[in-house]
Structures are given as structure tokens and as C-alpha cells.
């Protein structure tokens, strides 16, 4: 069966240094991989999204970047954390058209 | 593009009572409807999924939802609800054959009182 893993899951930073999240998806090949952000009391912002190794789609302008090194490895980096930038980061993976898999999540601290 | 509305952010309903979530979409070509919930600190579970079909759609832990295409909803039900309900839900959306994949409504918090 599939599984996705994400870690840490919890995380305190100090403003301006940098950040790595790590997403790995297990069962399936060639999966569509997300990475979501939950602010606060709100709904979630889709960050960005792979279709493929290398290939990776910005949802939303800002500090973070994503990347894609292996088939069912999607990392999210930031090389200086932003306040702003606290939240809660969800990875997921999907197949073509259908349901998405969630992680557990991070929640990340910015202080 | 598509586009999902939840229209209550706060639910707060005694429990064994019924509940109704409310959820509405917009989109310009076919779609599939979907509900989550999430526990606290936790990532989203499928609650139940409407891609073609049945409008009604049974799903997990007692829940269903009807899809409405005259009025573009997906309202998710529950006859009788428990303390272990209390969740937040998220209707979310997908445009058929799209990779960029679900659009999230801005979620609905389920408080069960006692």
C-alpha cells in the first residue's frame, strides 16, 4: 500500500535562516506531489505542485522554492524564514485525477 | 478557474444531533467534489469523493454528501452526530484531467457539545 512521510514534524526557527522540508512517498510510481500551507484559522494555500522529476509549478509568488531530485522525493526550501512564514506545510500526493494522500504535516515556528 | 465557498467557519451542534456542512463550487467544465477532515495537528483524511454517478455518496464514520449540479453544491450531511466529529472539514475541488489538482474551500470547524 502507499504511504507518504514527511518530517520533522514540528520545527522552531529563528528568522532569517534557512529551511529544508523533506516528503517521501512510498507504493506508487510517478505520483503528482503537492506541498500545502494551513495559516492560522485558515483554509489551505496550495505552495506548489510536480507532475514529474525536475518539473515543479509555483502557486503562489514568496520565499519558499520547491524541488523534485527523485521520482517520490519533493523537498520545500527557504533560505531565510520570514515571520510570516510560520504555519502549518502539509506534502501530498495524488494520481492523475483523483484523491489526494495527505502527510502528517510540519508545523513551523518562526520566532 | 474553480473555486470553492464554505459557507459556515464555525458548526457548533449537540451531539447526536443531525449536522449539515455546506459547500459550494463554481467551475467552468466537469469537476470531482471531495470532503476531508482534520484532526488537530494532523494532515487531511478523505471523508468521501463524488466523481461521476450516484449525486448521493456514502462515505466514511457515518457521513454523506449529495452533489447538485443545478446548484453547485456538495453539502456534506451526518443524521446524528458524536463528540468524536468534532473536526474541521474542507470541501475541495478538482477540475477533471487537471494536474494543478484540488482547490480547498477555507474549511468548516464541527464543535459536538455534550
Known amino acids: 500500500s502507499q504511504t507518504i512521510h514527511q518530517w520533522p514534524a514540528t520545527l522552531v526557527q529563528p528568522v532569517g535562516s534557512p529551511l529544508s522540508l523533506e516528503c517521501t512517498v512510498e507504493?506508487?510510481?510517478?505520483?503528482?506531489l503537492y506541498w500545502y500551507r494551513q495559516a492560522a484559522g485558515r483554509g489551505l494555500q496550495l505552495l506548489f505542485y510536480?507532475?514529474?522529476?525536475?518539473?515543479i509549478s509555483s502557486e503562489v509568488p514568496q520565499n519558499l522554492s520547491a524541488s523534485r531530485p527523485q521520482d517520490r522525493q519533493f523537498i520545500l526550501s527557504s533560505k531565510k524564514l520570514l515571520l510570516s512564514d510560520s504555519g502549518f506545510y502539509l506534502c501530498?500526493?495524488?494520481?492523475?485525477?483523483?484523491?489526494?494522500?495527505f502527510g502528517q504535516g510540519t508545523r513551523l515556528t518562526v520566532v | 478557474a474553480q473555486s470553492v465557498t464554505q459557507l459556515d467557519s464555525q458548526v457548533p451542534v449537540f451531539e447526536e444531533a443531525p449536522v449539515e456542512l455546506r459547500c459550494n463550487y463554481s467551475?467552468?467544465?466537469?469537476?470531482?467534489l471531495f470532503w476531508y477532515v482534520q484532526y488537530p495537528n494532523q494532515g487531511l483524511q478523505l471523508l468521501l469523493k463524488?466523481?461521476?454517478?450516484?449525486?448521493l455518496v456514502k462515505g466514511i464514520n457515518g457521513f454523506e454528501a449529495e452533489f447538485n449540479k443545478s446548484q453547485t453544491s456538495f453539502h456534506l450531511r451526518k443524521p446524528s452526530v458524536h463528540i468524536s466529529d468534532t473536526a474541521e472539514y474542507f470541501c475541495?475541488?478538482?477540475?477533471?484531467?487537471?494536474?494543478?489538482?484540488?482547490?480547498f474551500g477555507s474549511g468548516t470547524q464541527l464543535t459536538v457539545l455534550p
Open positions: 501530498a500526493w495524488s494520481t492523475r485525477t483523483l484523491e489526494a494522500f
Open positions: 507504493g506508487t510510481s510517478n505520483p503528482n
Open positions: 510536480s507532475v514529474g522529476i525536475g518539473q
Open positions: 475541495a475541488v478538482s477540475e477533471s484531467g487537471s494536474a494543478r489538482q484540488l482547490t
Open positions: 463524488y466523481l461521476s454517478g450516484s449525486t
Open positions: 467551475s467552468s467544465v466537469s469537476v470531482y
